[in-house]
């Protein structure tokens, strides 16, 4: 069983930028992948930025050129920097591990940003 905690929502003005974060905890095997998730209201989850297993990231067209996915394995950690973020983006962000036994997720933190 995997653990994770996401922290650094929050309000932004349109244009500003974030850094969320989130710990992994628990039984990590050395190979996995991460990724960061997002739901607004009324719509379904959808994949902002994925980090492999390899640390290869893959981003959302959406979010291209504006977000940056990093992690830092000696940590269990994962990043997300969200610059020049706009209404859109408004959402709470999930991170998610994943490894050969199955998928974790995390509580979400809150992402609102205000035109």
């Known amino acids: 069983q995997v653990q994770l905690v996401e922290s650094g929502g929050g309000l932004v003005q349109s244009g500003g930028s974030l850094r969320l974060s989130c710990v992994a905890s628990?039984?990590?095997?050395?190979?996995?992948?991460m990724g960061w998730y997002r739901q607004a209201p009324g719509k379904q989850r959808e994949l902002v930025a994925a980090?492999?297993?390899?640390?290869?990231?893959n981003y959302a067209d959406s979010v291209k050129g504006r977000f940056t996915a990093s992690r830092d394995v000696s940590k269990n950690m994962v990043y997300l920097q969200m610059n020049s973020l706009k209404p859109e983006d408004t959402a709470v962000y999930f991170c998610?591990?994943?490894?050969?036994?199955?998928?974790?997720w995390g509580q979400g933190t809150q992402v609102t940003v205000s035109s």
């Open positions: 998610k591990y994943s490894d050969y036994l199955g998928d974790s």
């Open positions: 628990g039984s990590i095997f050395r190979i996995y992948a």
């Open positions: 980090i492999t297993s390899g640390g290869s990231t």
